[in-house]
Nanobody
Framework: QVQLVESGGGLVQTGGSLRLSCAAS????????MGWFRQAPGKEREFVAA????????RYVESVKGRFTISRDNAKNTVSLQMNSLKPEDAAVYYC???????????????WGQGTQVTVST
């Protein structure tokens, strides 16, 4: 079992930055791909970014390319999402998740955190 806990969400103005972190416990994240998803009210959960164990493979949804950066620290069993130039449409609950494959489908992820709220004011 893997337990994931997100932190770092909050309220930020348009154009601002936030850094989300996800800490894993229960077992090492080695061999797991780590992903970030988000879900806004009334919308489906959306893939944001994913990263492989080796960091050789990284994927982003088109809307965040150039603004968000996913990273991981395997020694600390953590994964982060640096979010810059935030827009109102980025507001959502952000979830950290673990999968055995580099995949953008939520159904491919076995473990999920409880989510952290990101609010972007205009």
């Amino acid at each position: 079992q893997v337990q994931l806990v997100e932190s770092g969400g909050g309220l930020v103005q348009t154009g601002g930055s936030l850094r989300l972190s996800c800490a894993a416990s229960g077992r090492t994240l080695s061999s797991y791909y780590m992903g970030w998803f988000r879900q806004a009210p009334g919308k489906e959960r959306e893939f944001v970014a994913a990263i492989s164990w080796s960091i050789a493979y990284i994927r982003y949804v088109e809307s965040v390319k150039g603004r968000f950066t996913i990273s991981r620290d395997n020694a600390k069993n953590t994964v982060s999402l640096q979010m810059n130039s935030l827009k109102p449409e980025d507001a959502a609950v952000y979830y950290c998740a673990a999968s055995r494959a580099l995949d953008s489908r939520a159904s491919a992820y076995n473990y999920w955190g409880q989510g952290t709220q990101v609010t972007v004011s205009t």
